[in-house]
């Protein structure tokens, strides 16, 4: 009997293949080439968190799902962003996901923990991944510190950063008008109809399944 690539029981390492079918199970479309760098940074990730830590996820495959996987639901927005920003990307998801999916667009990954953003651009070259800048910087700094970046994005995004408000507080003079703010929550974390001078235009409800099954949601704010 044939095994089924999108089955996430199975033992056999998740390749760029088998991610593709996830993300289409998922309900995300992703070409093989960009799934299989996703993957080495993913890989390269793991590896230098053997020695810095920028996951608490240790197992490939629960990675694959949580990082990557989730991730990759930012093409359930619809949303083809050419200059997105990652606020407080931590570990470099979900922004590294946003750039495999739309590789013609600029996406810059924002943190401001000095270490992380250097095992970010380490991670980068290792990988081999054009086309994504870092930065170390407070979100909350950047509008006063770096001018050029006031209302430069078209996207914003952000996981496990802060509330909703809070991160929206950060985000928004960074957001071009009608720019979009993309929030990865938890299935019982509030998301306000407005925040900071913007509006809830979708909230977006998915299932990662196993071996790391949980509900998660995206929930996106157009700034008027």
């Not at 995300?28 to 390269?44: K, P, W």
Request: hydrophobic fraction near 45%; charge should be neutral.
């Amino acid at each position: 009997m044939t095994q089924d690539p999108a089955d996430s029981n199975s033992p056999v390492p998740t390749d760029a293949t088998r991610l593709c079918a996830l993300a289409k199970a998922l309900g995300v479309e992703i070409d093989d080439a960009s799934a299989a760098q996703l993957l080495a940074y993913l890989d390269a990730m793991l590896a230098v968190n053997e020695h810095i830590n920028l996951t608490a996820v240790r197992d490939r495959e629960h990675a694959v799902v949580l990082h990557a996987l989730d991730g990759l639901a930012f093409g359930l927005t619809g949303l083809r962003p050419s200059h997105a920003l990652d606020l407080g990307t931590g570990n470099g998801f979900p922004g590294i996901a946003v750039a495999a999916l739309h590789p013609r667009s600029s996406v810059m990954l924002l943190d401001r923990t000095a270490k992380k953003i250097r095992a970010i651009g380490t991670c980068l070259l290792t990988a081999r991944v054009q086309g994504v800048e870092t930065m170390q910087l407070d979100a909350a700094q950047a509008p006063g510190l770096h001018k050029e970046m006031r209302q430069a994005f078209d996207c914003v995004t952000s996981r496990a950063v802060g509330t909703p408000a809070e991160i929206a507080l950060m985000a928004k003079p960074l957001l071009s008008q009608r720019g979009a703010l993309v929030l990865w929550l938890d299935a019982a974390t509030e998301a306000p109809p407005q925040l900071e001078g913007m509006r809830r235009e979708a909230d977006i409800a998915y299932d990662l399944p196993e071996p790391a099954a949980r509900r998660r949601r995206l929930v996106v704010y157009r700034r008027g």
